[in-house]
């Protein structure tokens, strides 16, 4: 119930989902480099795959020499040579 | 500011090293740098935060394992036994300390009449030079005394920064001062001889006419002006300034004699690399022993030794390129003639352009001699002429007043 209210108010007021409702917020810089926010936690990291969880979805980098720059609470800022993302239920 | 507080590169291993990471993250413990390996993760973290990650690593059953330490807190920690080695630091950042206390550059703007020589031998007068003390230089003080030493300059501003002092000036482009109306009466006399091609007498009596000819001296308007009564007899006189202009038609001619053999240098290949370097009043030269016999072309590109901006030090450097050439004579060749000719052709008449003068005709030529070359040119002028000449002032008499019989 909460959520649709939050859903509806975010549509109404035309406010960013990622504020309203959390959703991930992901960023491309070329295909080097990627920064993640509204992150939960970390499922799976190798040099070619990183899992992640979001709020309401599963997110899957895959590249070569991937590797993690720098992550907190927040944000994690992923380099190497990224192939593709594919989300998840 | 990691590096000043130290940190550690630490190797993971173990089950499920993702759940450690999330230990981590939500215990806001900063991890960056982390990579894979064939054998678990590698990551850098802080000093403090590894303190604070044992309990994590328990709890997540995974192994950690340093594998390297850095920044400022290790480096010191190393290289505790090396006394001297600290000591020489702590003499660098000292003799820099003492450094910064001085001016070891000076830098001028602005200046284009004024000669960046002319200007830094004046702040030598004043006690501003390369070495002084930063804190003898009153900054407002020198400003208000180039001022007032160099009027055309109008505004001036010192500044120190680092052992900089940098000094910009704006220079009067309004060439001369304003001239002062003078009433004093004068006579107004041609300065050289020549053909009076245009006179337009403003006030004064005119004494000569177009077409005249006239001598260096002789007078063109008259400053004292008769008084004549009805049988035109001059009862009186009146002193005025006279002012006129006036242009007369001059000759000019100019000989400039060019040598038939001109002096040629010619480069052999050998060059002598070297560098030079001085501090404060010392030099130490090291360039490449060469032949005493011949001669050489030194040249030497110079830099100040500079640290962060404008943090100058007493130091210079310079590259010294030495260049073996050798003399020879040949003879100038025609075109090199023509050239030279023109040369000193123009050079004159952008002389004469800068005074006014209008060219009526000019004819160069070249005469050849039997040792040299002579450039030989008439010009035809026309340029404006009369200086001011002062009267000695008599009494202004006045013939009295026929119809009311006042006598003065």
Redesign the interface.
């Known amino acids: 119930m909460l959520e649709q209210i939050r859903i509806a108010a975010a549509e109404g007021l035309k406010l960013p989902r990622d504020v309203v409702l959390g959703e991930v917020l992901i960023s491309f810089v070329g295909r080097c480099s990627v920064t993640i926010e509204n992150y939960r936690?970390?499922?799976?990291?190798?040099?070619k795959t990183i899992k992640l969880q979001a709020r309401h979805c599963k997110l899957q980098i895959y590249g070569r020499r991937?590797?993690?720059?720098?992550?907190?609470?927040d944000e994690m800022k992923i380099t190497g040579q990224i192939q593709g993302m594919e989300f998840g239920d | 500011m990691r590096y000043y507080r130290g940190y550690l590169r630490v190797a993971l291993t173990g089950f499920s090293?993702?759940r450690f990471?999330?230990l981590c993250?939500?215990n806001?413990i900063?991890?960056?740098?982390?990579?894979?390996r064939e054998q678990g993760?590698e990551f850098c973290i802080t000093l403090s935060d590894y303190r604070r990650i044992r309990p994590l690593a328990r709890k997540a059953g995974v192994h950690l394992k340093l594998k390297g330490r850095y920044g400022l807190p290790f480096f010191l920690h190393r290289n505790r036994y090396r006394k001297w080695y600290a000591v020489g630091v702590a003499c660098f950042f000292l003799i820099l300390f003492v450094m910064s206390r001085f001016i070891w550059n000076i830098s001028l703007e602005g200046n284009y009449r004024f000669t960046d020589d002319m200007l830094l031998h004046y702040l030598d007068t004043r006690q501003v030079r390369y070495g002084s003390p930063k804190h003898q230089i009153d900054c407002d003080l020198l400003e208000e005394s180039i001022r007032s030493q160099y009027p055309e300059i109008l505004w001036v501003s010192a500044r120190i920064s680092g052992t900089r002092l940098l000094i910009k000036v704006k220079e009067n482009e309004v060439i001369g001062a304003m001239p002062t109306k003078e009433d004093a009466p004068r006579d107004l006399v041609a300065e050289k001889g020549g053909t009076i091609t245009e006179i337009l007498v403003r006030q004064g009596r005119c004494m000569v006419k177009k077409g005249d000819v006239v001598e260096a001296g002789s007078l063109l308007v008259s400053g004292r002006i008769p008084i004549l009564n009805d049988a035109e007899e001059e009862v009186g006189c009146r002193y005025v300034r006279a002012d006129a202009d006036i242009r007369l038609r001059t000759s000019q001619s100019f000989r400039e004699s060019i040598p038939r053999l001109v002096t040629e240098k010619a480069y052999t290949k050998q060059v002598r690399h070297g560098i030079r370097l001085r501090m404060f009043h010392y030099d130490l030269i090291c360039l490449l022993p060469g032949s005493a016999e011949t001669q050489w072309e030194i040249t030497e590109e110079s830099h100040q030794a500079v640290l962060l901006g404008d943090f100058y030090l007493p130091v210079w450097w310079s590259r010294i390129t030495a260049r073996e050439y050798g003399t020879y004579q040949r003879i100038r060749r025609p075109d090199e003639l023509d050239a030279l000719k023109e040369q000193i052709n123009n050079a004159k008449i952008q002389n004469l352009m800068q005074k006014g003068v209008q060219i009526i005709e000019n004819n160069v030529k070249i005469l050849d001699k039997s040792t040299h070359w002579v450039v030989q040119g008439d010009f035809i002028l026309e340029e404006p002429v009369g200086v001011g000449q002062n009267i000695k002032q008599e009494e202004e008499q006045e013939q009295p007043d026929e119809r009311n019989g006042n006598h003065n």
């Open positions: 936690g970390i499922l799976i990291y190798d040099d991937l590797h993690i720059d720098y992550y907190n609470h | 090293p993702e990471l999330n993250m939500a806001q900063i991890i960056w740098n982390l990579r894979y993760y």
